[in-house]
C-alpha cells in the first residue's frame, strides 16, 4: 500500500508541475485515502501538502488554506521543521491571494527563519521571493526589488531554474509598476525562455501575461492584446482559474484603452465571476473599480456608482487587515487609488455635492486617521458612507474659519474645490486647467509649484541652505553654509507661476470666503505649494490678507478637535544646533554647526522657562525621552530633503565608532513610536514639510509627529537661512507670548521678514506652513486651545 500511496502523489505532482491541476487533484485524493488507512501521518503530512498545492493552483484558496493547515499542523506535530516552513510557504501564497497581505507576510517570515536555520537555499529564495510579490502590492517597490534580487541570486546559487523563472518575472513586475518599462522586457523574456526550456506551460502562459502588461504600458495594445490571449488559452487549458481571471482583468484594461468600454465590461465581469469564486478579494476590488470607470466613460454614472461603491467597500474590508502596519496601508492605498477617487468624481458628476466630500474625506489620509484613532481612543463614524452632516467634522461648530477642500482630478484635468463656512451650505468649485496642456493635473501642478521654487531663489531637488543635510555646492560658499542671494524684491515675471497657483485653488472661491483666516485641505503635489506666497491679480500676497492653515483631513481634523484634554498644558523640549561634528553628508562632507540655530534655541528657552538641549546635548536618545510629556517642542537643525528627517547629535557612546543613520538621525518610526502629548511643534529644519507624495498625503517627519500625537506642527517646505529663521522664530515667539494664536503668530513674522531689509525675499518667509489645529500660548507659558 505505501508503493500505491507513493504512485499516486507521485503523479499528482508530475501532474501538477505540467500544469494539469484536475489530474493532479484526482491522483492526491487518491493517495490521502491510502495514507489515512495505513495510518501513515508523514504520508499523510505529504499528501495534504500536495493535495493543498493542486487546490491552490486551481484557485479554490479556502480549500487550500484547510489542507495547508493540516500540513503545518501534523508537521508541527512530527517535528518535521522543513515541512513546516514549506507549509508557511504555501500559507503566503494562499493568504496573498485571499488578499490578506499581513498574515502573507507572516508565513514567509516564518518560512524565511526556517529555511535559514537549516541552510536550505531554495526554501529561503521561495520566501524572498513571496515578500516581494506582497511588497510590490503594497506600493513597496524597492523593497520589492531587494528581495527579488535576493531570489534570483539564490535561485542561480541552488541551480534552482524554476525558481529564477519566478524571480525574473517578479522583477518584471516591479519595474512594470517603476515605469521602468525597457527593463521590465528584459526581465520578462528572461522568465519566457527558462519557461520554455522546462516546458513549464504554467509559467509560460504568466509570462506571457506579463510581456502582455509590458506592451501595454509602452502603448502597443496589439502586441498586448496578442500575449493576453495566449495567457488566457493557456491558463483555461489547464484550469488555471486565477490566471484566467487576471487575464480576462488584462484584456479589459486593453480594451478600455481603446475606448471600447462594453467589451472591456463584459472582460471585467468574467474576472469578477472567477474572483467571487475564488474568494480573492484584491482581484474582486479592482475589477468593480475597471467596471465603475467604464461605465462612467459611458455616462452610465449609477451603474458606475454602484460599482465604485462595491470597489471600495473590498478595499477598505482588505485595508483593516493590516492594522495596525501603517506603512502597509500607506502603500495598499497608493495602489487602490483609482476607486476612491472615482467614487466622489461620479458623486459630483450626479450633483451629490456634500456626499462627494464625504467620499473624498473618507479617502483622505486613512492611515493617519487610523493612527489618530488608536493614539486618542476615538471612534469613528461607521455610517459616513456618502452622508455628511457638517457637524460630524467637528470643523464648523467649533471655528468660523473658511475651509478649502481641494481634490485633484486627473481624468477630467481640473482642480475640484469645496467651500465649507460655519452654518452655510457646502458649495462646490471647480478650476479647469489649459485645454493646450499635454500632462495630466497633477504634473502640471507639480511642475508649476517647481516653477515657483525656482523663481522664489530655492529648488524642491536640492539642499541649498545651512540647516540641510546637503549643500548645493554651485550655491554655497561652504560646506553647510550658503552664499548670501541678492533681497531685491521679486520680479513680477517670477510671480508668474505663483499667480497661475492662486488662479486654480483660491480664485474660484475668492467670492465666498468670510473673514481672516482659512483652512486648507491640499490633495496630491499641492501640498508642497507655498501657499502663503501665492500672489493675487494685484500683486498681493495670500498671507496679506488671510491666515493659512493646512489639515491632512477634515477627519483628523474632527478626532483632534474632540481631544483637548488629551494633550499637556505645560513644559517644552527646546533642541538648537545638535552637535553633529561627526556626521558625513552624501558628499562625503562634515557637517557644519549653526550658531544662529543655537541662539534660536536659547532665546526661545527664555520664553518658554526651559534650559535648550544645544551641542553634544541634543543627542536623539535625550531627545526621544523627553518630548513625550511635554506641551511644546522646538527643534532647530539639520533636516533632510526627502523625509524632513532631522539630524541629532550621536549619543556619547557612539563617537569612537563609525556612526549609522539610526545612530543620529531622528526617523519617522522614531517618532511614531513616541506617545506625544505636545500641543505644538516646531521643526525650524530644511524641509521639515516634505516627504514622500502618496494618496495618503505627504509622508514625512511632519505627518510622522501628528500622527504620534502633537496636535499643530509648523514646518518648512524648502532649505532655510540660519540666520533668517532666527529671526522669523523671534517674532513667532514674541506673538505666541503675548496671546496670539500660532496661526496669527505665523503671520506675524512672516510680515515681520517681509518687511524687513535683509530678509524680504520670499524665500526666508514664505517656507513655513502650519498643520493641523490652531494653539495659543497663555502668560503662564501654558498651550491651550484658541
Not at 465604485?308 to 502603500?331: A, C, H, N
Not at 554647526?593 to 551641542?615: D, H, S, W, Y
Amino acid at each position: 500500500m505505501s508503493g500505491e500511496r507513493t504512485a499516486y502523489a507521485s503523479l499528482g505532482s508530475v501532474f501538477g508541475s505540467l500544469g494539469d491541476f484536475k489530474k493532479s487533484l484526482d491522483h492526491f485524493h487518491c493517495a490521502i485515502n491510502i495514507a489515512k488507512e495505513m495510518g501513515d501521518k508523514e504520508a499523510l503530512m505529504l499528501t495534504y501538502a500536495g493535495l493543498g498545492k493542486a487546490f491552490e493552483d486551481l484557485g479554490n484558496l479556502k480549500k487550500a488554506e484547510e489542507y495547508t493547515n493540516m500540513h503545518l499542523n501534523l508537521a508541527k506535530e512530527i517535528g518535521n521543521k522543513c515541512e513546516e516552513g514549506g507549509a508557511y510557504c504555501n500559507l503566503g501564497h494562499i493568504f496573498f491571494g485571499l488578499g490578506n497581505f499581513k498574515k502573507s507576510i507572516e508565513c514567509y517570515n516564518r518560512q524565511l527563519k526556517i529555511a535559514k536555520d537549516f541552510g536550505d537555499l531554495m526554501a529561503e529564495g521561495a520566501a524572498l521571493g513571496g515578500l516581494g510579490i506582497v511588497f510590490d502590492n503594497l506600493g513597496d517597490f524597492e523593497k520589492a526589488i531587494d528581495n527579488h534580487n535576493d531570489h534570483l541570486r539564490i535561485a542561480k546559487a541552488a541551480g534552482d531554474k524554476d525558481g529564477e523563472a519566478i524571480a525574473n518575472g517578479n522583477l518584471g513586475n516591479a519595474y512594470l509598476s517603476l515605469g521602468d518599462f525597457k527593463k521590465a522586457l528584459h526581465y520578462f523574456e528572461q522568465r519566457l525562455d527558462i519557461a520554455k526550456n522546462l516546458g513549464d506551460k504554467a509559467g509560460e502562459g504568466r509570462a506571457y501575461g506579463h510581456l502582455g502588461s509590458a506592451y501595454r504600458h509602452l502603448g502597443d495594445y496589439k502586441k498586448a492584446m496578442d500575449y493576453y490571449s495566449l495567457r488566457l488559452c493557456i491558463a483555461q487549458e489547464l484550469g488555471d482559474k486565477a490566471g484566467e481571471g487576471a487575464a480576462c482583468g488584462y484584456m479589459g484594461t486593453v480594451c478600455q484603452h481603446l475606448g471600447n468600454y462594453r467589451k472591456a465590461i463584459e472582460w471585467n465581469q468574467q474576472k469578477l465571476r472567477i474572483a467571487d469564486d475564488l474568494g480573492n478579494q484584491h482581484m474582486e476590488g479592482q475589477a468593480y473599480s475597471d467596471i465603475g470607470l467604464c461605465f462612467e466613460m459611458l455616462k452610465r454614472l449609477p451603474k458606475a456608482l454602484e460599482n465604485y461603491q462595491t470597489s471600495v467597500r473590498v478595499f477598505d474590508r482588505m485595508r483593516s487587515l493590516l492594522q495596525p502596519k501603517d506603512e502597509w496601508k500607506i502603500g495598499f492605498r497608493n495602489e487602490c487609488n483609482p476607486a476612491y477617487t472615482g467614487l466622489w468624481r461620479v458623486l459630483l458628476k450626479q450633483e451629490k455635492i456634500d456626499e462627494a466630500l464625504a467620499a473624498s474625506d473618507d479617502g483622505r489620509a486613512q492611515g493617519l486617521a487610523d493612527l489618530l484613532t488608536s493614539k486618542y481612543g476615538f471612534q469613528k463614524s461607521q455610517t459616513r458612507e456618502q452622508k455628511l452632516a457638517k457637524e460630524e467634522f467637528g470643523l464648523l461648530n467649533a471655528s468660523s474659519s473658511s475651509t478649502i477642500f481641494l481634490a485633484v482630478n486627473v481624468l477630467e484635468k481640473k482642480v475640484d474645490i469645496w467651500f465649507l463656512s460655519k452654518e452655510k451650505p457646502v458649495l462646490h468649485r471647480l478650476r479647469k486647467l489649459d485645454n493646450h496642456c499635454t500632462k495630466n493635473v497633477a504634473e502640471t501642478l507639480q511642475s508649476l509649484i517647481q516653477f515657483a521654487y525656482e523663481n522664489i531663489g530655492v529648488r524642491a531637488d536640492v539642499n541649498c541652505e545651512n540647516r540641510s543635510l546637503d549643500v548645493l555646492r554651485e550655491n554655497c560658499s561652504s560646506v553647510g553654509r550658503s552664499s548670501k542671494r541678492s533681497s531685491q524684491p521679486i520680479r513680477q515675471e517670477d510671480n508668474l507661476p505663483l499667480a497661475a497657483l492662486y488662479s486654480y485653488v483660491i480664485a474660484p472661491i475668492l467670492d465666498l470666503i468670510d473673514g481672516d483666516e482659512i483652512i486648507i485641505v491640499p490633495d496630491g503635489p499641492l501640498w508642497l505649494a507655498p501657499f502663503a506666497a501665492l500672489v493675487n491679480p494685484f500683486s498681493k500676497y495670500l498671507c496679506e490678507s488671510f491666515k493659512v492653515r493646512l489639515v491632512p483631513s477634515l477627519t483628523s481634523l474632527k478626532i483632534i478637535a474632540h481631544c483637548p484634554e488629551f494633550h499637556s498644558s505645560s513644559g517644552a523640549v527646546v533642541v538648537g544646533d545638535p552637535d553633529v561634528s561627526d556626521v558625513i553628508n552624501s558628499h562625503g562632507e562634515q557637517l557644519q554647526q549653526l550658531p544662529f540655530a543655537r541662539k534660536e534655541a536659547q532665546m526661545i528657552g527664555q520664553i518658554l522657562n526651559v534650559a535648550p538641549l544645544t551641542g553634544k546635548l541634543a543627542t536623539k536618545c535625550e531627545v526621544l525621552t523627553q518630548i513625550s510629556s511635554v506641551s511644546v517642542v522646538h527643534i532647530a537643525a539639520h533636516g533632510c530633503m526627502e523625509t524632513g528627517e532631522i539630524a541629532l547629535s550621536p549619543n556619547p557612546e557612539r563617537k569612537s565608532q563609525t556612526l549609522a543613520k539610526d545612530d543620529y538621525m531622528l526617523t519617522m518610526a522614531d517618532v511614531m513610536s513616541v506617545k506625544l502629548r505636545a500641543k505644538l511643534v516646531v521643526l525650524s529644519c530644511c524641509h521639515s514639510g516634505r516627504g514622500e507624495i502618496k494618496a495618503e498625503g505627504v509622508v514625512g517627519i511632519a505627518r510622522a509627529f501628528i500622527g504620534a500625537g502633537a496636535r499643530s506642527v509648523l514646518v518648512s517646505l524648502w532649505a532655510i537661512d540660519d540666520e533668517a529663521t532666527l529671526e522669523f522664530m523671534k517674532s513667532f515667539y514674541r506673538n505666541l507670548e503675548k496671546g496670539r494664536s500660532a496661526s496669527e503668530s505665523l503671520n506675524h513674522a512672516m510680515r515681520c521678514l517681509r518687511e524687513s531689509e535683509k530678509f524680504s525675499d520670499v524665500k526666508y518667509w514664505a517656507p513655513f506652513t502650519l498643520i493641523g489645529d490652531d494653539v495659543t500660548l497663555d502668560k503662564q507659558e501654558k498651550i491651550m486651545v484658541s
